[in-house]
């Protein structure tokens, strides 16, 4: 089966610099890639998402690369804010077999110091 | 439009207990997931439900049991409660299989075992 390993598992930064997570996973098979965004108290929202076929995608200050070849794709967070400050997975699905869910990495506790 | 409500947000059990826990959602999608969430651990999936009537095993399924009698609705079952199933329970929903269909997240509920 798939795994997926994320790091780092805590991240700390200045408001305004950059944040980027990295994830790596072990099916060459799987083809989507989201990331997900988690708040104290709350369930994960889907924050950006990537397909095999693309290599960067980018929403205003959110960006994710992906690298099919070394199997590794990553988080980008420009300009960063205080209300960044979360917990962040990624995860990785294949296409083949059955409806199963989704794989995800242990996450990353994004801290932005003011 | 509510998306996915998981009940209950919180609940205490004794060792040996049972209970139910309730996911639905009004998006009328096909596909509907149930994940636990540890520290340190990510996201791992329990069980999940291609369709009304329809139920399969995920990652970690041993003591827990689920049924799709509705399409809106998937019930996560406890039969008897373990401290080892302490832990935080998500539910997650799409509209079909494949890469190209995001899950939606409810909030949660926190279920402590005694």
């Known amino acids: 089966g798939e795994n997926v390993e994320q790091h780092p598992s805590t991240l700390s930064v200045q408001e305004g610099d950059s944040a980027v997570i990295k994830c790596t996973y072990s099916d060459s098979a799987s083809n989507y890639f989201p990331w997900y965004k988690q708040e104290l108290g709350k369930g994960p929202q889907l924050i950006i998402d990537i397909r095999s076929n693309v290599g960067e995608k980018k929403d205003q200050r959110i960006a994710v690369t992906l690298n099919k070849t070394a199997k590794h794709f990553s988080l980008h967070i420009t300009e960063t804010q205080p209300e960044d400050s979360a917990v962040y997975f990624c995860?990785?699905?294949?296409?083949?077999?059955?409806?199963?869910?989704?794989?995800f990495g242990k996450g990353t506790h994004l801290i932005i110091q003011p | 439009n509510a998306g996915v409500t998981q009940t209950p947000k919180f609940r205490v059990l004794k060792t040996g207990q049972s209970m139910t826990l309730l996911c639905a959602q009004d998006m009328n999608h096909e596909y509907m997931y149930w994940y636990r969430q540890d520290p340190g651990m990510g996201l791992r999936l329990i069980h999940y439900?291609?369709?009304?009537?329809?139920?399969a095993k995920g990652e970690v399924p041993d003591g827990y049991n689920v049924s799709r009698l509705k399409k809106q609705n998937f019930l996560l079952g406890l039969e008897s409660a373990a401290p080892s199933q302490t832990s935080v329970y998500f539910c997650?929903?799409?509209?079909?299989?494949?890469?190209?269909?995001?899950?939606?997240f409810g909030d949660g509920t926190r279920l402590s075992i005694l």
């Open positions: 995860a990785a699905r294949d296409s083949g077999g059955g409806a199963d869910g989704l794989t």
């Open positions: 439900s291609v369709g009304e009537g329809t139920t």
């Open positions: 997650a929903s799409s509209y079909g299989w494949g890469s190209n269909q995001p899950q939606h």
